[in-house]
Structures are given as C-alpha cells and as structure tokens.
C-alpha cells in the first residue's frame, strides 16, 4: 500500500493562510520540498484551489524561477479533487469529483510510490477523518499572521499525533513530521 503524506506551510500561529487567504507571506523553502521524501513520491494530490496556485510550475517563469522543482510538477501525475469536473489545462492530470474517499482509497491501493498532498487543506480535513493520511510533514515558518485559516478548522474530533521527526533549514523553517496514533 502507498504512503499519503501531507507536505503543507504554517505559520508559527498555526495558519495556511492569513485572513485574506494569501500565503505570500510563507517562506518558499525550496529545500525542504527538495528533501529525500520527494524523491520517493509518483503521485501529486491537490484539492482544486490550491491546484490553480500549483500550475504556476507550467508557466515559463515556474521554470525560470525554480526548475527543479518546475520539472518534477510538470512531469509528476497529479490528482486533483473538486466539487465539480472541470478541464484541468495541465498534462498528467486526473480529476475526482465524486466519491473522494473511495477514489483515494482505490489510489492508494494501487502499486507504486508514495502519495503527496501539497496544501489542500479542506481536502487534508476529509482525508483525516478517513484515515488515509500516514504523515504530516508541517512546516512551520517564522511569520505570524494573527489571524487566518488554521490547518485543522473545521476537523470534527481530536485527532492524536505522534512526532516522528524534526528538520530545521536555512531559512529558519521548521519541519515536523508526524505520524497519526
């Protein structure tokens, strides 16, 4: 069975995003996406808004900007879960838009590797309470917003985690990983 782990940005308050729901203020900590981890992953999972933030790396300035991590968005099968089918207007794209537990399930049955679901934090809350999640890979940037959207509002019950590794980068970052009890 695959792997699913989450790969997602908070601030040191505990937000994806400030109020406005802009995560400009995030650290692009391209090594920390440039770890070992993503070495090892075949599948990108989205949900759809944070999908129409990621197809920047289609761009000519995405690959301008950082090519490495251009070429593996480009060249990485993507998933993206949506309300509502839509034309995705990227290569190696599948869109979910009806029975996501299920769907999720059935792709992490498949053989391969590991499963990453960048962002997404709506889709993160589904998969929480289905328990396809297998590791929480949060990076923690040296910004607080004050206010904005926590990583697990809306999660209807207590969930239990277990840390199972930390990484500090350059940029001051913080990555902790965490493993569901």
Known sequence: MRKVFLF?????DGYVADS????????NDFEAFSSDESQKVDTLLFGRNTYEMMKF????????MQPEVAKFMNATPKVVVSHTAFDPGWDKVTVISEDVVGSITALKNQPGQNILIMGSSNLCLTLI???LIDEFQILV???AFGAGISLFAGLPTKTNLTLTDTHTFKSGVVMLTYAPN
């Open 20 to 27: 406005a729901n802009d995560i400009s203020g995030f650290h």
């Open 129 to 131: 309470q289905a328990g």
């Open 141 to 143: 940037n040296p910004v």
């Open 57 to 64: 790396w289609s761009t000519p300035q995405g690959a301008e």
């Open 8 to 12: 997602m940005n908070v601030s040191l």
